[in-house]
């Protein structure tokens, strides 16, 4: 069940979406849901049906889901996000250090005018 834990959290994370988002989805508290993703509770049929629908896959397609692949494929998806960020970042302390220059030519020239 652990398993199965594990890749509907990967799902989870993959659609954005939170526990309480998925538990408002499948009409469950959110520690019954987060005890299905630690593989605490073991799912019936229903409910993993229910579940494969929520992330639009058969059961079989569910159960035989490849976390590795589809988790590389997560975590390149996050550098490259996190890389954007990085130069996102980089390029508001650029903007801040000119706006800073500005303001002190702006006050230097007030100071000469007077």
Same mark, same amino acid.
């Given at each position: 069940m652990k398993t199965l834990g594990k890749k509907i959290r990967l799902l989870r994370h993959q659609k954005g979406w939170s526990q309480e988002d998925v538990a408002k989805r499948l009409e469950i508290s959110i520690?019954?849901? =987060? #005890?299905?993703e630690t593989g605490i509770t073991d799912v019936n049929l229903s409910r %993993? *049906?229910?579940? =494969?629908k929520l992330f639009e896959m058969s059961i079989v397609q569910l159960l035989t889901f490849n976390d590795s692949e589809q988790q590389e #494929?997560?975590? =390149? *998806? %996050? *550098?490259?996000?996190n890389k954007k960020l990085q130069q996102r970042e980089s390029e508001v302390l650029e903007l801040q250090k000119k706006v800073i220059e500005l303001y002190e030519e702006l006050r230097q020239s007030k100071v000469l005018a007077s």
């Open positions: 520690p019954a849901f =987060s #005890k299905i %993993l *049906e229910q579940i =494969s #494929k997560y975590v =390149s *998806e %996050l *550098e490259t996000a």
